[in-house]
C-alpha cells in the first residue's frame, strides 16, 4: 500500500504542475478523487488487510487523501489569484472616457401650456375641476340654453355615440355641472381643462379633437369689466405685453353678450400671412357673461348673481406661444419636435 501511495503522489504532483486553468483541474480531482477515482480506488486494497495491517494502512489512507484534496485546493487558489490578476491588467478602466447619455423624456407642448394657465388661475384662487368626455346631450346643449331644435347646435358639428351621448364639442358643461354642485354654497370661481371633439375637417388650425380650458365666475356684481380685465391679464401672462389683442362681438347661445378674443399672428404679426388666412389675427377663445337663463336651469338666482365664462383653445394658444404653424403637429408626436419645448421653455426662442 505504502508503495503504491508513494507513486500516485509523485503523479499527482506532476500532473498538478501541469496544470494551467481550473477546468483541466477540476477534471483531475475527479480523476483522482472522484468516486472511481486512483486514489478512492486504493480503498479496495484494505479490504484484503489484516485488521492490524489495515489500522496502519488506513492511516497512511487517509493521510494521503487529505494531503491530495489540500494540493488540489491550493493550486485551484493560485490558478484563480492568476487569472484575477491578468484580469486587472486586461480591463483597465479609463476614467476620462465621457458618461453615457441618459435620456430623458419631455412635457408635452399641449400640457405645459395647460399648466401655465392653470397656475395663473390657481394663484388668484380658481379651483381646477373636470367633467366627462362622453356627455349627455342635457348637459352638452339643453342646459346651456340650446334645446333640441336650437339651430345653434349646428355651430359645433357633434359626434354622437348614443341616441342621448355624444362625445362632448365643448368644455362648457362643467360650468353647468359646478354650478349644480355648488348652488347651495354661493359664489364660483373655476377652471376647467379637457378634451372636446368635433366633425370638424382637419387643417392647419383645426382638428376634430382638441382641447379647450373652460372658465366661470360666478358672484353678486359681476360684469363685462371683470371678464375683459381677467382676459387681458392672462393673455399678457402667456404671450407679454407686447402682443396685441382684440375682442369681437359674437353669439353664443349660453352667455349674453357674447365676444370672441383674438391674438395678433406671431408669424406676420399682424401684417396679414397664408397662416392667418390674411387677417393678421388667430381666434383663440369664446366668452361672455353667463345668460341668466343657464344661471337659472342650474339653480341661481339670476336677480341676485351674475357671471362670466370663457372658453380657449389650448392648440391655438400653444401655436402662438412657440410659434407652431401646424396644429397637427401636436398629435404626430415626432420626437425631434417634443423635445423642442424643453429648450424653449428654458433658453427662449432664438
Ligand atoms: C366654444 O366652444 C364655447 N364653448 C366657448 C365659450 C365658453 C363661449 C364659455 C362662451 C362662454 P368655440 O366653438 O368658438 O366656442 O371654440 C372655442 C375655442 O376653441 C376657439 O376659439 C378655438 O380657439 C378653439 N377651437 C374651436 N374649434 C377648434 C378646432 N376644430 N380645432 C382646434 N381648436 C378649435
Redesign the pocket.
Known sequence: MEKEIKQLKKDLEQAIAKVNDVKSLNDLRVHYLGKKGKITGLKEMLKELSVEDKKTAGKLFNDFRQEATDLIEEKEINLKRKALDEQLITEKIDPTLGATEIKTGSIHPLDRTIKEVLDLFVSMGYDVVTGPEIESDEYNFARLNLPKDHPARD??DSLYVATDYLLR????PT?VRTMEENKAKGPIRMIAPGK?Y?K?DDDA????Q?M?I???VVDENINLGHLKGTLELMVQTLFGKERKIRFRP?Y?P??EP?L??DVSCFRCDGEGCSFCKESGWL??????M?HPAVLEMSGYDKEKYSGF?????V???AMLKYGIND?RQFYQNHLHFLELFERIDKEGHK
Open positions: 355651430m359645433q364639442t365643448q368644455t362648457s360650468q372636446v368635433r370638424d388650425t383645426h382638428s376634430h382638441f379647450q373652460e372658465a366661470l359674437s353664443f349660453f352667455t357674447s370672441e378674443v381666434e383663440i377663445l369664446g366668452a361672455g353667463v365664462a370663457f372658453g380657449l383653445g392648440e391655438r394658444l396644429i
